[in-house]
């Protein structure tokens, strides 16, 4: 009869699935249905993913637990036809399957990959931004306006910004989000986007992914009362009384040339309680972890600078939010 099984197995066709499928849960030989669990470990169709998904919770031991998980973890990636946004769902309820610290980082990568896909492609998300007019924003139209579909801050000779001037999301005060937002920036120019902010129109306060013209901070977070908290390449880590620890995973030279100058470009920050990290061009570029709340309230304002100083223009478009 095993032999037999591992033939049927190995044709993977949809009634080779459902034969496996029921001597895995119904023959009366447990050493069979052992088998028969291995051999949908082993199947290469997605087909047998919600299957393998039954026996990552269900299997009768923990071998076959590990061994399931790792069988729809190699499908899952391997189903082309699924949504990254719906790859993402169900790997997010597959953190709770594993068994081993080894398989949690295992579907964690998996689901951070998927997520990741997902943000880009704009899944889940909703504009806070419409592309015609500042409806559901407030800031001051001597600097900020919208043209051709873009939301554009800017500077002149004759109309300078002092001090830093900020456009501020009416829509809420989110909490765990993420966002999403293409951006062009003059050489000249300074800005960023303030996070669970206190949402001032001047000098607003709270951590920002920070963005210059000429390169040099796309991809770091930083705040007001700190500066640069967090270079290219970096995680950086506080503790409640303000130790800070920095752990450095790239090099930062090498993330600064996915920065495009004078060209379009996209940040992707993710809040989730008191973790804030950042993605240029679909690059991780730094990540900052700050249990207090002085620093990181619990919820906040979403708004965009546009800096002091020189002359300045600063644009943004396809602003989207994921809470």
């Not at 066709?13 to 849960?25: E, G, K, M, W, Y």
């Not at 291995?38 to 169709?45: V, Y």
């Not at 949504?83 to 309820?93: G, V």
């Not at 990959?113 to 001051?140: H, R, V």
Request: proline share 4%; glycine share 8%.
């Amino acid at each position: 009869r095993r032999t037999l099984l591992k033939i049927i197995a190995g044709t993977e066709t949809d009634r080779a699935l459902t034969n496996v499928r029921l001597a895995a849960t119904q023959d009366a030989d447990e050493s069979l249905r052992e088998d028969a669990i291995r051999d949908l470990c082993e199947w290469n169709d997605p087909s047998a993913l919600d299957s393998l998904a039954s026996f990552a919770q269900n299997a009768p031991n923990d071998r076959l637990r590990i061994l399931a998980l790792r069988g729809w973890l190699r499908l899952m990636d391997a189903a082309i036809d699924a949504a990254p946004d719906k790859r993402a769902a169900a790997l997010a309820q597959a953190k709770a399957w594993a068994v081993r610290d080894e398989d949690r980082q295992a579907v964690a990568e998996a689901w951070e990959k998927a997520d990741c896909a997902a943000a880009e492609q704009g899944l889940g998300f909703t504009p806070i931004f419409n592309g015609k007019d500042l409806s559901g924003w407030e800031g001051s139209d001597n600097f900020w306006s919208v043209r051709d579909g873009v939301l554009t801050g800017e500077s002149t000779p004759d109309h300078k910004v002092s001090p830093n001037h900020h456009i501020i999301w009416r829509g809420g005060e989110p909490a765990d989000f993420d966002l999403v937002a293409d951006f062009r920036i003059s050489k000249s120019a300074n800005s960023g986007i303030q996070l669970r902010s206190v949402g001032k129109l001047l000098n607003d306060d709270g951590y920002q992914p920070d963005m210059d013209g000429t390169g040099n901070y796309p991809g770091c977070i930083y705040h007001p009362k700190q500066g640069v908290v967090c270079d290219r390449g970096v995680k950086v880590s506080f503790t409640p009384d303000g130790k800070k620890t920095v752990t450095r995973f790239a090099d930062s030279g090498d993330l600064g040339k996915r920065f495009r100058i004078e060209d379009w470009n996209h940040y992707r920050i993710r809040c989730r309680a008191d973790t804030i990290t950042v993605w240029l061009n679909g690059v991780l570029m730094s990540q900052v972890t700050d249990p207090r709340r002085e620093m990181l309230p619990d919820k906040g304002f979403i708004t965009l600078q546009l800096h002091q100083g020189q002359p300045m223009k600063v644009e943004y478009k396809n602003i989207l939010i994921r809470q």
